[in-house]
Antibody
Framework: EVQLVESGGDLVQPGGSLRLSCAASGFTFSDHYMDWVRQAPGKGLEWVGRIRRKPNSYTTEYAASVKGRFTISRDDSKTSVYLQLNNLKTEDTAVYYC??????????????WGQGTLVTVSS | DIQMTQSPSSLSASVGDGVTITCRASQDISNFLVWFQQKPGKAPKSLIYGASSLQSGVPSKFSGSGSGTEFTLTISSLQPEDFATYYCQQYKNFPLTFGGGTKVEIK
């Protein structure tokens, strides 16, 4: 069974930093791209970014709203993906989900999600 | 960026009803569209990918159609567990973008 478990969410002041982790199990982690998606309280879903696999040189993509402040990394030996959040703003307050990307032909979509971890940015 | 617009933003229906949700893309995304269901306090669950392919394990009461810029999700014979918020998302281009969601409530 695919399992994704996020951790690291906390209350942090504006301008602060935080590192989120997502521990994966139940599948061959190194075979998959991994993404982060967030959801502000009572709002819709917003894609944050992606990290590809080793054969794709672990390249990354980011939403414009977080580019330059957030960094996605992964450790295949620990079957984990990370999201480093720097220079946090109040508008970054959200539940952060990690999601597995499944490839079906030329379709790359999220098929499994973690339960989410809450980041609150407030003074 | 590709804008995804869902309609309606909410709807009320009775158990046993069928409902249709529409998602429009601001440009041609072919069939690179996925539908999710999200219940309060829970992570989203994928239902349909490729605009019309049923995700493994999802009941056939859910169906998707469309291509290009107009897409629909149809749910037949609503059951209590189907009352949730539904999102569409395009994966044609970065940044990946979601529709604003459609909340399906019990009448």
């Amino acid at each position: 069974e695919v399992q994704l478990v996020e951790s690291g969410g906390d209350l942090v002041q504006p301008g602060g930093s935080l590192r989120l982790s997502c521990a994966a199990s139940g599948f061959t982690f190194s075979d998959h791209y991994m993404d982060w998606v967030r959801q502000a309280p009572g709002k819709g879903l917003e894609w944050v970014g992606r990290i590809r696999r080793k054969p794709n040189s672990y390249t990354t993509e980011y939403a414009a709203s977080v580019k330059g402040r957030f960094t996605i990394s992964r450790d295949d030996s620990k079957t984990s993906v990370y999201l480093q959040l720097n220079n946090l703003k109040t508008e970054d307050t959200a539940v952060y989900y990690c999601a597995r990307v499944l490839v079906q032909g030329n379709h790359y979509y999220f098929d499994s999600w973690g339960q989410g971890t809450l980041v609150t940015v407030s003074s | 960026d590709i804008q995804m617009t869902q309609s309606p933003s909410s709807l009320s229906a009775s158990v046993g009803d069928g409902v249709t949700i529409t998602c429009r893309a601001s440009q041609d995304i072919s069939n690179f569209l996925v539908w999710f269901q999200q219940k309060p306090g829970k992570a989203p669950k994928s239902l349909i990918y490729g605009a019309s392919s049923l995700q493994s394990g999802v009941p056939s009461k859910f169906s998707g159609s469309g291509s290009g810029t107009e897409f629909t999700l149809t749910i037949s014979s609503l059951q209590p567990e189907d009352f949730a918020t539904y999102y569409c998302q395009q994966y044609k281009n970065f940044p990946l973008t979601f529709g604003g969601g459609t909340k399906v409530e019990i009448k």
